[in-house]
């Protein structure tokens, strides 16, 4: 076993399943973020799909299919206990084993909050079938009397819209995620490197700054260098003795917070009375004053941003009165 600190987190050259109950306290991380080996001899693939793997570092540790099952219970385990309540865990799946997983997931005692796709390019080309381009993103929630964190304008603001006037926060939260692999010619690099766009966006939305992020499968040590750049704290661990080192080695050039400045800043729109009840003397004066405004040939969308000043309220908030009071389509 090699610990390694950098920056005041973590490294640990070891399985993580032994490692975690030897060095990782219970309910002491915030946020879980792994893509574990698929248990589909990801070790051989070359072989089959003409893969170039000249620039591959050595030492990929795969799962056999026939203990696929229990590891994933072993691990998802270790992962519950970790995990403070409300804590979360974002797991990257292929289809081959994600009964297992599922499954591995609800024994733990964890709970389902979404189930993502993610759609990327460099699918396998084949002939007999269609062809496979997306993963699953399991996001589950561990049991607990608080809140998630979940900071919904992390990256865009409610208000924010796109050329056509669409939500660029509404978009941004769907469930299917259309996010390129880097693309990485010549370079050395892990098996399997998730996209940094991908783990900025999953550590945004789902952690904060200071948080401790972990991550049991750390590979090419992408999730800690995103989570370090984006301020968080980090605790993970490689099997792989060539994979570990490489890792380590590249972490000296991170400077911690070095990705926020790189980040879009959202713009928030505060609404004076975004979230509070509506009464009846208000719903009454909203419904004659969206009614006069459309009548004077104003259309719906003009409608509702002249209204959010006058209201202090957003579009969705006028949706519910108009389809609860004022019997008025929403098309």
């Known amino acids: 076993m090699t610990e390694v600190v950098v920056h005041g987190s973590r490294f640990f050259n070891e399985d993580c399943i032994g490692g975690c109950r030897r060095h990782i306290a219970d309910t002491s991380v915030d946020l879980i973020v792994t893509d574990p080996p698929y248990g589909i001899a990801g070790d051989t693939l070359h072989k089959h799909y003409n893969r170039d793997e000249d620039f591959v570092i050595d030492g990929y540790v795969e799962v056999p299919a026939d203990?696929?099952?229990?590891?994933?219970?072993?691990?998802?385990?270790?992962?519950?206990?970790?995990?403070?309540?409300?804590?979360?865990?974002y797991v990257v799946s292929g289809y081959t084993h994600l009964y297992h997983v599922l499954g591995a997931l609800r024994a733990a005692g964890l709970q389902e909050v979404n189930h993502i796709i993610w759609k990327y390019n460099?699918?396998?080309?084949?002939?007999?079938?269609?062809?496979s381009s997306h993963y699953h993103i399991l996001l589950y929630e561990k049991p607990g009397s608080g809140k998630r964190a979940f900071n919904?304008?992390?990256?865009?603001?409610?208000?924010?819209?796109?050329?056509?006037?669409?939500?660029?926060?509404?978009?941004?939260?769907?469930?299917?995620?259309?996010?390129?692999?880097?693309?990485?010619?010549?370079?050395?690099k892990n098996k399997n490197e998730l996209p940094v766009a991908l783990l900025v966006k999953m550590i945004q939305y789902s952690s904060h700054p200071g948080d401790w992020v972990c991550d049991p499968f750390m590979g090419g040590f992408s999730t800690a260098r995103v989570a370090l750049g984006l301020g968080r704290n980090f605790v993970g661990f490689e099997i792989s003795q060539a994979a570990f080192d490489r890792g380590v080695k590249a972490l000296g050039a991170i400077t911690p917070g070095d990705l926020l400045d790189t980040l879009p800043t959202p713009e928030p729109q505060a609404l004076a009375n975004q979230g509070k009840p509506w009464d009846a003397a208000e719903i009454a004066a909203f419904l004659e004053r969206y009614a006069a405004l459309r009548a004077a040939g104003v259309t719906k969308k003009d409608a509702f941003a002249t209204l959010s000043g006058e209201f202090g309220r957003g579009r969705w908030a006028f949706e519910r009165i108009l389809k609860r009071y004022g019997g008025v389509s929403r098309q």
């Open 67 to 89: 203990a696929y099952g229990e590891f994933s219970h072993r691990w998802l385990r270790e992962a519950a206990r970790i995990l403070k309540p409300n804590g979360q865990l």
């Open 122 to 131: 460099f699918g396998v080309f084949t002939r007999t079938k269609y062809v």
């Open 152 to 188: 919904l304008e992390a990256r865009y603001g409610l208000q924010e819209q796109d050329g056509e006037g669409g939500s660029l926060n509404y978009q941004d939260r769907e469930d299917v995620w259309i996010i390129n692999r880097d693309y990485k010619p010549g370079q050395v």
